[in-house]
């Protein structure tokens, strides 16, 4: 008798387990739910990592963050468009944060098109 019983149990709890996976597979077979879902989950999981590692109240100062942009250059009038700013330019603020004791210098520009300068390199 028992063994019936155990095999009435795992028949019991086999058929639960392939109901339960079978919901589970069809709400992630719906796009639009499955999407928002892991998305909202995502996103609660970076809050909660971010609300208790990576709250910060002081800034580095050893970090400083240049800027080159349109409204940069118009605001000082000597170049006014971003288009006009020179490689040398770019030269010249590397060669200035070199000076200043910069260790690490990130950039992120495209020259897309060649420029006259391009034949001095």
């Known amino acids: 008798m028992n063994l019936k019983k155990i095999a009435h149990d795992k028949r019991i709890i086999a058929c639960v387990l ?6 589970i597979v069809t709400l992630l077979s719906v796009n639009s739910f499955s999407e928002e879902f892991i998305q909202q989950g995502n996103l ?5 990592l971010f609300t208790r590692y990576g709250k910060n109240d002081t800034a580095n100062k050893n970090i400083t963050i240049v800027t080159i942009d349109n409204k940069t250059l118009s605001d000082n ?3 006014g ?10 030269a010249q603020v590397i060669n200035n944060l070199k000076k200043d004791g910069a260790s690490i210098i990130g950039i992120d520009v495209l020259f897309s098109e060649k420029s006259e300068e391009d034949n001095s390199l």
């Open 18 to 23: 392939s109901v339960i996976i079978i919901v």
């Open 81 to 90: 468009r971003f288009q006009n700013f020179k490689r040398s330019y770019y």
């Open 44 to 48: 609660g999981i970076k809050n909660i």
């Open 77 to 79: 009038g000597w170049l």
